[in-house]
């Protein structure tokens, strides 16, 4: 006999913010038993195509966020700009939302997490928070890093805005006066960097977990371009990097994905930051692993369980495709062979993320080249 499902018993999660992640939660979702609705703020979101049901608000405004919240039996974010007070207003209410109100702290300002994760004595760069211009203090810190000081705005920056490496040429004070001007401000010593890394763990409402094997991560200009697993790291690197997200993970105590994005540096693994959502660093899962962070994420959101990753290959690179001077030939690069393509819809501009394209394979070159020939295309360079 066939199994009958009552639609009626799926839950309903409903995800604010219309950018790529929602996107990709919502491919995922169509082999879930969820409804998953959306949160949009313009008609023109690519995301928006991929959902049955759309209601139409901004994600800053409390009177949107409640009324869409109240709606749903779970609600989730695309990103975390979201209107904090709405979020606390429908926790009280005993809403579901994930990540909660306090995880989300810790994603959108960096000042906080570096305290706390100091306080409980986790490895982070050496740093001093800035409420203000404090030239006593700031010379101090100069002082003690002769290798080089990274000023970061404590809210509001991502891939690279908001991040400045004082070296040769800039004046320090100056920048950081600058800084200052739009709100609180990290700074913290220049890590010698022998890698990026990046884990992933995923929380369930009943508090069981699932990890991601660590990858390795590039960036450039201050942006992620390239993401491989495995990593290429020494395993006592990799294992010290799953330690320190797993009580990352216990300490922020999000429901959903958590990313930490971590240096390997001749000190150690020190933490970078962490993401309370699908993140950049493990898009790779979607086809590298038999379960990929988003659905994951919604699985947990949602209340059911989670699924252990297994890597479908040995080997897994992705590629971001940032925009350059012109559009990419999406059709040239589906012929790539090997290589998935992903276009998260959104109108061509310099600088902006526009997709990403992972291939998986049984040997290092061979999948990273596949990656970068099909990006190549997407992202000609004149
Ligand atoms: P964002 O939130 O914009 O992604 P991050 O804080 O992750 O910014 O910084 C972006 C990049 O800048 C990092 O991936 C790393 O390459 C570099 N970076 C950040 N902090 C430091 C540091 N303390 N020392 C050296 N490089 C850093």
């Known amino acids: ?117 100091a306080a409980e004595g986790l490895p982070v760069p050496d740093f001093v928070v800035l409420e203000h ?25 991502y891939d690279g805005r908001g991040v400045a490496v004082l070296g040769a040429g800039v004046d320090p004070l100056e920048t950081i006066t600058n800084f200052l001007s739009a709100g609180t401000v990290v ?23 699932v990890v991601y094997p660590v990858v390795d991560t590039v960036q450039r200009d201050g942006m992620c371009v390239e993401v491989n697993y495995p990593s290429t790291l020494s395993t006592e690197v990799a294992e010290a990097a799953e330690r320190i997200a797993r009580a990352v993970a216990r300490r922020v105590n999000a429901v959903g994905v958590l990313a930490v994005e ?56 992705m590629v971001n495709v940032i925009g350059t001077s012109r559009p990419g030939d999406y059709e040239a690069a589906r012929q790539v062979a090997g290589a998935s393509i992903h276009d998260y819809g959104k109108s061509w501009r310099s600088g902006r993320k526009l997709g990403h394209v992972t291939a998986v394979g049984d040997n290092r070159s061979g999948v990273t080249k596949t990656a970068w020939d099909a990006a190549a295309l997407l992202q000609p360079s004149n």
Do not use: C
């Open 262 to 317: 971590l240096f390997a540096t001749p000190k150690g693994v020190l933490i970078n930051e962490v993401a309370t959502r699908p993140h950049n660093s493990g898009h790779w899962t979607i086809e590298g692993t038999s379960a990929s962070q988003f659905e994951n994420h919604l699985r947990a959101v949602a209340g059911l369980e989670l699924i252990s990753p297994v890597a479908t290959g040995a080997f897994v690179t």
């Open 1 to 117: 006999m066939p199994k009958v499902i009552d639609p009626r018993s799926n839950p309903s999660v409903g995800v604010i913010g219309a950018g790529q992640l929602a996107l990709m939660m919502a491919e995922a979702a169509e082999a879930l038993p969820l409804e998953l609705s959306l949160l949009a703020a313009s008609s023109d979101d690519a995301a928006i195509s991929h959902f049955r049901q759309v209601t139409f608000g901004s994600a800053h405004e409390y009177g949107d966020v409640i009324a869409f919240g109240r709606t749903n039996d779970a609600t989730t974010f695309d990103h975390e700009l979201v209107n904090l007070d709405a979020v606390v207003a429908l926790e009280d209410e005993g809403r579901a939302v994930f990540p909660s109100s306090q995880a989300l702290r810790f994603a959108v300002d960096k000042a906080y997490q570096r305290m706390v994760f």
């Open 187 to 209: 700074l913290e010593e220049r890590v010698s960097m022998l890698a990026e890394m990046a884990v992933s763990i995923v929380t369930g409402r009943n508090g069981e977990t």
């Open 133 to 157: 211009f404090d030239e006593m203090a700031i010379r101090d810190f100069l002082a003690a890093h002769p290798e080089g000081v990274v000023v970061k705005s404590a809210r509001g920056g």
